[in-house]
């Protein structure tokens, strides 16, 4: 492995998604790294060639791909486009990690998972996605598996949302305003995850890896909660007097199947790197501050 002489540089992948936004807010408290942003405008992952340009023209020494096609629904018409992106871009990562001795981290997702479990999901738990968007992402994982370049990671995350982008609290939040009863599915149970507090543990965690294999670890807020207990909390740390009414997943008519159940066992990553984890209510509450202040 590298040793590291003045400041470790890392390369953001997916710089205008909730996460790499959320990393680049968090830039100040960490200056023993420099930074590379790049959107899919600056640097196309799916072309291989394009990624070892950039990389010999900018001497990068952590990857840490937050890059992924996320539109669950879409996906089930753009399976090519999923797959380009969430799986064979995630393969040139892993090639180039390994032939440039550099730390990849890649963000995966529970929907790997078919929900059908009724404990939290350990990382070597039986996978079985249950659409495109949760085959795609298998696919990377196992694509990067098989690769198997050194001191790389994959960390699955569920319910993320943050201050930036769309995302289910924002949603929620605008939806307040516009009605006075909004439904939410109340049988989906797992745990949202702020994108701010993953963002933390990736630049925490990333001098302390040091793995020979490809290890898969689990992040997301603690406790547990359904889809209107999460849109609940939403307008109560909010106080909107918006009502949420519970509806069963049956009474919600999609295209795409998601898992009933999908809370992820995040001992691993708090055991291997120290990690204190926040509870979801926590924040959620920090989060909604800062869109207070924001809007």
Not at 146 to 154: A, D, L, M, R, V
């Amino acid at each position: 492995m590298k040793k590291f002489r003045g400041k470790m540089k890392l390369l953001i992948t997916g710089a205008n998604g909730q996460l790499g936004l959320e990393i680049a807010s968090l830039v100040p408290n960490f200056p023993e790294y420099s930074f590379f942003f790049a959107d899919k405008n600056l640097l196309n992952i799916v072309n291989f060639e394009e990624i070892e340009g950039f990389l010999s023209k900018n001497k990068v020494d952590v990857i840490v791909n937050c890059a992924a096609y996320t539109l669950v629904d879409k996906a089930e018409e753009e399976p090519e486009m999923a797959n380009e992106v969430n799986h064979l871009a995630v393969k040139n990562l892993g090639l180039i990690a390994k032939n440039h001795h550099l730390k990849l981290i890649h963000i995966s997702t529970d929907y790997v998972f078919d929900g059908n479990s009724e404990i939290p999901y350990k990382e070597a738990d039986a996978t079985n996605p249950q659409n495109a968007y949760g085959i795609s992402k298998l696919n990377g994982e196992k694509a990067l598996t098989e690769i198997n370049p050194k001191h790389s990671i994959i960390i699955r995350t569920s319910w993320l949302y943050s201050e930036f982008g769309n995302n289910f609290v924002k949603s929620m939040l605008k939806l307040s305003k516009e009605k006075e009863s909004i439904t939410v599915v109340s049988d989906q149970i797992g745990s949202p995850t702020y994108a701010k507090d993953l963002a933390k543990a990736i630049l925490q965690i990333i001098p302390a890896i040091n793995n020979n294999d490809i290890q898969i670890y689990h992040y997301a807020n603690q406790g547990q909660c359904s889809w209107f207990d999460f849109a609940s909390a939403i307008m109560k740390i909010a106080q909107q007097n918006c009502e949420i009414l519970p509806i069963p997943s049956s009474a919600y008519k999609t295209k795409v199947k998601r898992p009933k159940y999908s809370l992820l066992n995040t001992n691993k990553i708090q055991h291997t790197f120290n990690l204190e984890i926040p509870n979801w209510e926590e924040a959620l509450r920090e989060c909604i501050l800062k869109l207070e202040v924001k809007y």
